[in-house]
């Protein structure tokens, strides 16, 4: 049974990545703070909280030891933080100061990976807090190192997974590893070796805006190189999966999606469901000794392995509340699989028989239920069009990304530009600025050197990408 420890509420805006090292708890948000609590009563820590950033937070973690803390900015700097005091130990500016969205420490804290929404992959030499070598790559959202520490992985918004070395070689690519972009990836902490004691192979997982959570082996020889092979794909969520991460012990891994629920795998088992917080049809637990009992909306799960047929094409299905279709385009049975996730099965014959697609189901009123679809129950009116308003406010799909957001207009840009401060602007938002704030930065307020601007069309093709998913 999995029950609720302690809820924090001092952030002011999203929170957007926690990490945890053997005894502190550190979150990072929107709000441009990050904040650190101890792991043994969650109290916040005197120095907390830590506000050297000029920008929104996306990325935090620990170095392996829990001495230091690194963060990263839409401000397109890394931010190292000693644990002892809370004091800034290194500022290290991300090279074409384009936002940072990701980093991660390898596992003897001897690098320190950087990602940002240019595609470049900075590697830092932490004990000298030197840079070693910087790629271009695509948007870069994710990253990990292999547990051994000579590799890392990266994973794109176009959806291609990478891995690397620490001379910042590619190794193997797979390309569009997940449909409309990578979200997260992480190596197990195991690995295998061969007889001689080399290592040759580790796990990797994966997950995507494609709703999928994908297992991968990585094979490492010393004579023909790195490749890369899929071993399962698990599509037991309904919507983007945002996180995955192995445990400690790489016994178990974890997965967090869009349709709000969090899946637990046996990871040694590669894809058997071991707990799911979603208590409906579409995720029916079973398996041997195992059982399912409902106490007051809490699941438990008694035994290991209950599992989810994750190849089938059921399994794999998006209920359309939580799809990218408008619901203007759902078809009829796109209704019907709506009626049953929000568990009004009982009216999928009646919405059949008079041809409710999405467009009719949005023109319902108590009137037509009533006398139209003949359903009595004035309960059971209510619930269907208070649920129909439900879905007309939630959003139809993720956040946006800060990167695509004009810093000036706060809107998707249209024709972004890159200005001599080395920040993207919607051109015309920043032509108006130029003229009327005696040429200072928007982001730095420092004097602009040139008011020449500079089309980045890397950017503008990510976000007509990333608008036509929607």
């Given at each position: 049974m999995v029950s609720l420890i302690c809820t924090v509420h001092d952030?002011?805006?999203?929170?957007?990545?926690?990490?945890?090292?053997s005894s502190l708890l550190a979150t990072c948000s929107a709000d441009k703070t990050v904040r650190v609590y101890s792991t043994r009563d969650f109290s916040e820590l005197p120095f907390s909280p830590l506000s050297g950033h000029g920008y929104?937070?996306?990325c935090c973690c620990f170095s392996a030891c829990g001495q230091y803390l690194a963060s990263c900015s839409t401000d397109a700097t890394t931010v190292v933080w000693t644990m002892a005091s809370g004091e800034i130990e290194a500022v290290l500016e991300h090279p074409g100061r384009s936002p940072v969205r990701v980093c991660t420490f390898s596992?003897?804290?001897s690098f320190l990976i950087s990602g940002a929404s240019d595609g470049t992959v900075a590697l830092w030499d932490f004990p000298s807090r030197l840079l070693t070598g910087a790629v271009p790559d695509t948007t870069m959202v994710a990253c990990s190192f292999s547990p051994c520490g000579q590799l890392f992985a990266t994973g794109s918004t176009y959806g291609d997974l990478r891995i690397w070395n620490l001379s910042m070689n590619q190794l193997q690519t797979e390309k569009y590893a997940h449909d409309l972009g990578v979200t997260c990836c992480q190596f197990s902490p195991q690995m295998m070796t061969d007889t001689a004691g080399h290592v040759v192979q580790f796990r990797l997982v994966s997950c995507g805006q494609?709703?999928?959570l994908k297992i991968w082996i990585v094979f490492q020889n010393f004579s023909t190189g790195c490749k890369m092979q899929l071993l399962h794909t698990l599509s037991g969520q309904q919507s983007a999966v945002l996180c995955c991460a192995y445990s400690a012990d790489g016994q178990l891994l974890v997965s967090g999606s869009m349709d709000k629920t969090v899946a637990v795998y046996e990871a040694v088992r590669d894809g058997v469901c071991v707990f799911s917080d979603r208590p409906s049809d579409s995720h029916r637990l079973y398996g041997q000794n195992s059982e399912r009992v409902e106490d007051g909306g809490r699941l438990q799960l008694s035994g290991w392995g209950a599992e989810v047929p994750f190849s089938s094409d059921e399994a794999?299905?998006?209920?359309?509340?939580?799809?990218?279709?408008?619901?203007?385009?759902?078809?009829?049975?796109?209704v019907s699989a709506w009626l049953r996730e929000e568990g009004l099965e009982s009216l999928v014959d009646a919405f059949k028989a008079n041809n409710i697609d999405g467009a009719e189901l949005l023109s319902l009123s108590k009137e037509s239920l009533s006398s139209d679809l003949h359903i009595e129950s004035l309960g059971l009116r209510s619930k269907v069009l208070r649920k129909i308003e439900e879905m007309k406010m939630a959003p139809v799909s993720g956040?946006?990304?800060?990167e695509?957001?004009?810093?000036?207009?706060h809107e998707v840009m249209k024709d972004p530009v890159i200005a001599a401060d080395g920040y993207s602007y919607e051109r015309e938002a920043i032509d108006s600025w130029i003229k009327t704030k005696n040429r200072s930065s928007p982001m730095t307020n420092l004097p602009l050197q040139t008011t020449l601007l500079t089309p980045n069309r890397t950017l503008k093709m990510a976000i007509c990408r990333w608008s036509s998913s929607q």
């Open positions: 952030h002011r805006d999203d929170v957007n990545c926690c990490a945890f090292s929104g937070v996306h596992p003897d804290s494609d709703s999928l794999g299905r998006k209920w359309p509340g939580h799809s990218r279709l408008m619901v203007n385009d759902w078809s009829e049975d796109d956040g946006i990304p800060d695509f957001l004009c810093p000036i207009t």
